[in-house]
């Protein structure tokens, strides 16, 4: 993921990561759609996204989901689909003629990286009179059988020509979604039902897709897990943080944050925002703290300390002064200090070296 090229931010980073947390807890096709819509496509800033299996001998795509914010009408959308699966199927033939008159051109323009195997293409003129030089870029595996396509378009968009940024940024989502495509099927198709709650409770993050307003958009089943006995409090919580990160327009927030037992970092990141900020989505991302920091968390849970007085006394492990850790869990500097100073009378020291030492 360490990859930065002119135009590959950080913002854009962190989206990627948080939305390949996404795509790996999505368990039907309908919550990988919403993925596809709400985190990639404005990321790419794309307005329409198909995808498919390849079959048959001639490697016909047969369509599997797409999704269409173009402003065209679902029935032009329909023929625009059904014309460019067309001629995909004439490209990828080699008995039939490639070129048959179609109502569009799709023609490959140029070659990208090959280990992330895409392609550019152009569309000529259109079933729709309003479409004019729209553009896609292909994602594809072919080293696998069957093989799985997704063509992210730009329908009428200014900025027509994929850019380096775009590529770095699919050569990164490339695996989840193809994995996560490839697993949903697999479902449909071969699991029971049992055997996929049990695979997803053990192999997917507890995540949850947030709007601003606090409607949840997704959460995986072990997010849903994780947060049974809190989901009130925690949910609450996360909201107030939200709204204070959608003013600050920050890009994400950490945090910690006791949940039944076990110590977990929630990572809160900004996928999706209007041009003024007023409409944002945020996607949650806990991980469990395993590493020195949970063992003296472990230690410090069985000393007396309240959620609030743990959670202060985990970040001065982590290093963070008093004025650090008001900024960080939104408390003044003063009432910081009070819970410091009662931390340090349960745990029997004196002074924050004291402290520091005794469970190490």
Sequence with gaps: MDIFLDGFTNRDHQIASATIGWLNSCQIRNEFNDALKTALLPLLACNGVFYGRLIGEKDALHLLGSINQSGCCQHSWKRFLDTVLQKLTAENSITDNVNVPLPIHFASIVHCIADLNCEHHSFGQSCQ????????????????????????????????????????????????????????????????????????????????????????????????????????????????????????????????????????????????????????????????????????????NRTGLTNRELEIATLIYQGNSPKEIAGEINLSYHTVRNHIKSIYSKLDVSTRSEMLVKFE
């Design 129 to 300: 009179q309003s479409h004019h030089n729209d553009t896609a870029i292909t994602v594809f595996d072919d080293d696998h059988q069957p093989a799985y396509r997704f063509y992210f378009c730009r329908l009428n968009g200014q900025h027509q020509i994929f850019s380096p940024r775009d590529i770095e940024l699919l050569k990164i989502l490339r695996p989840a979604l193809l994995q996560t495509l490839r697993l949903i099927l697999f479902r449909e198709e071969k699991l029971n039902s049992r055997q996929v709650l049990n695979f997803w409770s053990d192999n997917t993050d507890p995540i949850v897709v947030i709007r601003d307003d606090g409607a949840i958009i997704f959460q995986s089943r072990t997010f849903e897990q994780v947060i049974a006995q809190d989901k009130h409090t925690f949910l609450s919580t996360v909201s107030t943080l939200v709204k204070t990160v959608q003013r600050d327009r920050a890009g994400w927030y950490s945090f910690l944050s006791k949940l039944g037992k076990r110590l977990y970092e929630i990572r809160l990141t900004l996928i999706n925002a209007d041009i003024d900020y007023r409409q944002c989505i945020y996607l949650l991302h806990l991980s469990r703290v395993t590493h020195k920091i949970g063992k003296i968390f472990n230690q410090l």
